[in-house]
T-cell receptor
Framework: NAGVTQTPKFRVLKTGQSMTLLCAQD?????MYWYRQDPGMGLRLIHY???????AKGEVPDGYNVSRLKKQNFLLGLESAAPSQTSVYFC?????????????FGPGTRLTVL | DQQVKQNSPSLSVQEGRISILNCDYT??????FLWYKKYPAEGPTFLIS?????DKNEDGRFTVFLNKSAKHLSLHIVPSQPGDSAVYFC?????????????FGQGTRLTINP
């Protein structure tokens, strides 16, 4: 069981470039999430998905798009990167059903936008 | 406006002693609280949680206390061990069903000294 994996681990972009971050989970979880973490701040929710083919906005969605074409994958896209998007990005997944299931996090992607 | 706050950026404790990490929140709609632990270059891992209908939850060396009237929770680690050195995030969630849109505090870096 690999859990939650993220690709790539590091990336440097120039302003205006685009890229896609890939998150994959092998736990058959329904819910998936994208967070960003900036220095001195906690993790903030960007977008999330409650199932294949569905996505919803979180706390800080501007400048990002997401897709969930397959249950096990959740993609985060930056169409035109800005220096303000320099951050560490974490993906997480969680079970549905029951009450208050924990989220399992990937190792993160460190993105620098110059 | 930060809804979840951890006012101590860092804490240093001697091995074997008690570590107490604090967290305050402002949103009275939060009804579930979690603590996550994070090592460098890794994603956060779930540590312990508590529902708003309880005031204490214990799991081995870790105990979380919730004071709803004060909108305050704390994590106690007894006894503290060198492996507990990490960044600890407090997180809160509102709503019983569906995806958990977690709101995180800024984190507290705990250092356990031998």
């Amino acid at each position: 069981n690999a859990g939650v994996t993220q690709t790539p681990k590091f990336r440097v972009l120039k302003t205006g470039q685009s890229m896609t971050l890939l998150c994959a989970q092998d736990m058959n979880h329904e819910y998936m999430y994208w967070y960003r973490q900036d220095p001195g701040m906690g993790l903030r929710l960007i977008h999330y998905s409650v199932g294949e083919g569905t996505t919803a906005k979180g706390e800080v969605p501007d400048g990002y798009n997401v897709s969930r074409l397959k249950k096990q994958n959740f993609l985060l896209g930056l169409e035109s990167a800005a220096p303000s998007q320099t951050s560490v990005y974490f993906c997480a997944s969680g079970k549905s059903g029951g009450v208050y299931n924990e989220q399992f996090f990937g190792p993160g992607t460190r993105l620098t936008v110059l | 406006d930060q809804q979840v706050k951890q006012n101590s950026p860092s804490l240093s404790v001697q091995e074997g002693r008690i570590s107490i990490l604090n967290c305050d929140y402002t949103n009275s709609m939060f009804d579930y609280f979690l603590w996550y632990k994070k090592y460098p270059a890794e994603g956060p891992t779930f540590l312990i949680s508590i529902s708003s209908i309880k005031d204490k939850n214990e799991d081995g060396r870790f105990t979380v206390f919730l004071n709803k009237s004060a909108k305050h929770l704390s994590l106690h680690i007894v006894p503290s061990q060198p492996g507990d050195s990490a960044v600890y995030f407090c997180a809160a969630s509102a709503g019983v069903q569906g995806a958990q849109k977690l709101v995180f505090g800024q984190g507290t870096r705990l250092t356990i000294n031998p």
